[in-house]
């Protein structure tokens, strides 16, 4: 099992908001940045969110990050269709010294 | 452009080597941290390894002991020296730009695929 912890799947309906968490411990979340990652099927991943809450150049506003405590989130608000993948967390964990990912969010866009 | 370009997957038996190596282009990697990321058929993602800019290298309890990162900064080139490998090290195997520290991984290449297996 993952380090850090996703739900496997959630969905909602197109222009709707959804809301996708990502929970650690003092080790990685409470003390590293958290970085978000979409990955669209048969590629690669894409960096959409570093440090807790800056987007990239060329993401888009509606993807949006934020951490509390050990927790992380990651917002979308105004879904398309086009957002349906797979979105994992990602985090140093200063005990392991290693970096650590969520087991990753299946997004279904109904 | 910033580019990253994997090669030397394929299919090896168990306890067998292999080296893969990323080109990387539009960047130098001397000046950057690179690592790999893997990810095994319908899991997750998971971080093996990184090279930082001033060369220390650190690596997974998965894999360390058995795995060695390294960079040509001469070919702009990273590598990785998988030995001893095993069933569960089958996976893509991807080269990425960064670190989950700070910053995230901004880069990824394209992704070789290792299969271990008799």
């Known amino acids: 099992q993952s380090v850090l912890t996703q739900p496997p799947s959630v969905s909602a309906a197109p222009g709707q908001n959804v809301t996708i968490s990502c929970s650690g411990s003092s080790s990685n979340i409470g003390k590293n940045y958290v970085s978000w990652y979409q990955q669209l099927p048969g590629t690669a991943p894409k960096l959409l969110i570093y440090?807790?809450?800056k987007r990239p150049s060329g993401i888009p506003d509606r993807f949006s990050g934020s951490k509390s405590g050990t927790s992380a989130t990651l917002g979308i608000t105004g879904l398309q269709t086009g957002d349906e993948a797979d979105y994992s967390c990602?985090?140093?964990?200063?005990?392991?010294?290693?970096?650590?990912f969520g087991g990753g969010t299946k997004l279904t866009v109904l | 452009e910033v580019q990253l370009v994997e090669s030397g997957g394929g299919l090896i038996q168990p306890g067998g080597s292999l080296r893969l190596s990323c080109a990387a282009s539009g960047f130098t990697v001397s000046g950057n941290f690179m690592s790999w990321v893997r990810q095994a058929p319908g899991k997750g993602l998971e971080w093996v390894s990184v090279i930082y800019s001033g060369g220390t290298t650190q690596y997974a309890d998965s894999v360390k002991g058995r795995f060695t990162i390294s960079r040509d900064n001469s070919k702009n080139t990273v590598s990785l020296q998988m030995n001893s490998l095993r069933a569960e090290d089958t996976a893509v195997y991807y080269c990425t730009r960064g670190r989950l520290a700070s910053g995230g991984f901004d880069s990824w290449g394209q992704g070789t695929l290792v299969i271990v297996s008799s």
């Open positions: 990602g985090s140093w964990d200063s005990s392991l010294s290693a970096g650590v």
């Open positions: 440090d807790h809450n």
